[in-house]
């Protein structure tokens, strides 16, 4: 099964090994019908501490590393390549 790989911006890099995501989401609220916002946190894996705040990355749903962080950084080429897949 494919894993799913969401685009998010990173808020906080201070834990060890560890940054925080913040993805945004945009749907058309179903009476409404007006475009909302929604954004959501995920503690993801950052195995090398490479991720700085403010950088836009992809993260990769993957085991548990612990009781939060069920995620990982995607890395370099990886990174590109599903750019390449979603555009």
Known sequence: MPKRVLQG???S????????VKVERRFTHP???KTVRRSKNYHAHDEA???KVGQTVFIEECRPYSKTKTWKLVEGEQAS??????A
């Open 13 to 20: 890099d201070k834990g060890e090994k560890t940054i925080v």
């Open 81 to 86: 390549a599903v750019a390449a897949a979603e």
């Open 31 to 33: 009476v409404m019908k």
């Open 49 to 51: 501490n490479a991720a």
């Open 9 to 11: 911006v990173v808020v």
